[in-house]
C-alpha cells in the first residue's frame, strides 16, 4: 500500500469508528430491523449459493450482513478496519450465540486485501463498500483467489455520490476511491468483470427501495435504487 493509499485508509478507518455507534443504531430500529431481514433474506439468498456456505462478509461494518446471513445458515467470517465497528459486530455476534445458533466470527482485515488462503470461501459478499474500496480491481482479483471454483461474490451498492464525493475523508489523492465518483451501476459492474468474474449480473433491488420510501433512509442519504451485483468464479480460474 502506497502512502497516499494507506493516508487514506486510516482516514476511512477512523471516519467509521466515530460514525459506528449511529450507524448501528439506525440499522437497529425496531420499526423496520424484521422487514430489513425479511426483505435483505430474500435478496441475499437470490444471489448466493445455498445454506450452508463458506461466506466471507468484505467491509462487514457493525456485522449486518453476517449475521443475517449466518441466520440463514451460513458459515460466515466478517472482516473490518474499523475496530469501532468491529467492536459492535463482536458485541453482536455474542448477544446472537445460543443451543443450535452459530454466529459470525468478527476479525481485523482489509477489504482489498484479505488474508486467507486461496479457495477457502464459496461466496464474498458485501454492502455498501464497493465505492469506498481504494482499489476496487485489486480487491476483486483477490476476492476471485479466496473462492473455490464456481464460487460467487456478490456486492450490494448503489450510486451514493453523483454530485462527488467531497471532502467526506478528508483531502482524496487523485485517482483514489475511483467508484465514489461513478455515474452509472455499470461503471461498478465493469469492475467485477475486470477482477475476473464472469456471468456478472446487476439486479435492481425494487423491495429495498419501497422500504426506504416507508420508511426513510439515514440522514443526510436521499431515497434511490439500489442493486445486487454478482459473478462467479471461472471453474478453471487459476
Known amino acids: 500500500m502506497s502512502d497516499h493509499q494507506l493516508d487514506l485508509q486510516d482516514s476511512i478507518n477512523t471516519y467509521w469508528t466515530e460514525r459506528a455507534p449511529s450507524y448501528d443504531a439506525y440499522q437497529q430500529r425496531p420499526e423496520r430491523r424484521d422487514l430489513d ?20 462478509d468484505v467491509g462487514t461494518g457493525s456485522g449486518h450482513v453476517a449475521r443475517l446471513l449466518a441466520g440463514l445458515g451460513h458459515r460466515v467470517t466478517g472482516i473490518d478496519l474499523s475496530p469501532g465497528m468491529l467492536e459492535i459486530a463482536t458485541h453482536h455476534a455474542e448477544a446472537d450465540a445460543g443451543p443450535g445458533r452459530t454466529p459470525p466470527r468478527f476479525l481485523a482485515g482489509d477489504a482489498v486485501d ?9 461466496a464474498v459478499v458485501g454492502r455498501y463498500l464497493m465505492w469506498t474500496l481504494r482499489d476496487p480491481d485489486a480487491a476483486v482479483k483477490r476476492w476471485v483467489r479466496l473462492l473455490r471454483p464456481g464460487g460467487v461474490v456478490a456486492m450490494a451498492d448503489s450510486l451514493w455520490f453523483t454530485d462527488g464525493l467531497g471532502e467526506l475523508y478528508g483531502e482524496r489523492p487523485e485517482g483514489h476511491l475511483p467508484l465514489a465518483d461513478a455515474r452509472s451501476i455499470d461503471e461498478v459492474a465493469a469492475a467485477l468483470t475486470r477482477g475476473g468474474l464472469v456471468d456478472v449480473v446487476v439486479t435492481p433491488l425494487e423491495e429495498v427501495l419501497e422500504l426506504d420510501r416507508i420508511h426513510g433512509v439515514a440522514p443526510g442519504h436521499d431515497v434511490q435504487l439500489q442493486w445486487m451485483l454478482s459473478g462467479r468464479r471461472p471453474q478453471a480460474a487459476s
Do not use: C, N, Q, Y
Not at 431481514?37 to 466471507?56: D, I, K, Q
Not at 484479505?114 to 464459496?122: E, I, K, L, Q, T
Open 37 to 56: 431481514v425479511e426483505v435483505w433474506g430474500r435478496a441475499w439468498s437470490a444471489a448466493l449459493p445455498a445454506a450452508p456456505a463458506e461466506v466471507l
Open 114 to 122: 484479505p488474508d486467507f488462503p486461496a479457495g477457502s470461501f464459496d
